[in-house]
């Protein structure tokens, strides 16, 4: 039985939870544990949820500055056909792609639209459907940045295998290139080409 620290302290979120994950995937043909320090600033239970939705079981403890996870792995796996049901993962709906074309989910008040669009993004990586893709352009490309708020719901859905694509000439104009956070840069040809085959489009 093998013991494993991850000092994720200083690390942001997606950070932390990319090197746990690392670190799950590679221990999890073994038994043993896994202790990964996450800072205090973050909601432990959202990091769990991430840890679970890979099939993992875990706990965790608060201290001064940090939550310690201890997170089992091999025999005390979740078992396969269990771990949808732990981490209440959302189906994935083929065909299905998100568009999102500006920072702020409606008309209106600017700070309740930033709200909304955090609230759809929380939800549909919760909850889902999960899409095929996510696609941002023109003011959209700011979700996809560094100092986003819906950045840590973008890099779960990635993490589940989603695809998230910025639009480059929309990065270029608000000169966002040295700030993308997650996901890949595309071009107006392969957004017509995703949109094109999508069976269903969802704007925020």
Do not use: W
Request: charged share 25%; proline share 3%; net charge negative.
């Amino acid at each position: 039985m093998f013991l494993k620290k991850i000092n994720a302290i200083e690390d942001d979120f997606q950070i932390a939870a990319v090197k746990t994950i690392k670190a799950l995937e590679e221990c999890q043909n073994q038994t043993g544990e896994i202790f990964a320090l996450l800072s205090g600033k973050y909601d432990p239970e959202e990091f769990q949820k991430v840890i679970s939705q890979k099939g993992f079981r875990s706990s965790y403890q608060k201290s001064v500055d940090h939550y310690t996870f201890t997170i089992r792995v091999g025999n005390s796996m979740l078992p396969e056909e269990d771990a949808a049901v732990y981490s209440c993962a959302p189906r994935t709906e083929k065909g299905l792609v998100v568009v999102a074309s500006s920072r702020f989910m409606g008309e209106g008040d600017e700070k309740l639209g930033a709200f909304l669009m955090k609230e759809f993004f929380r939800v549909l990586a919760d909850y889902g459907p999960l899409p095929e893709a996510v696609l941002f352009y023109n003011s959209g490309a700011y979700l996809t940045c560094s100092d986003s708020s819906v950045r840590f719901y973008l890099s779960r859905l990635e993490m589940s295998g989603v695809k998230i694509f910025t639009d480059t000439e929309s990065l270029a104009f608000y000169d966002l290139h040295n700030s993308l956070n997650v996901g890949d840069i595309i071009g107006m040809h392969e957004i017509v080409d995703i949109m094109a085959r999508a069976s269903r489009i969802i704007k925020p």
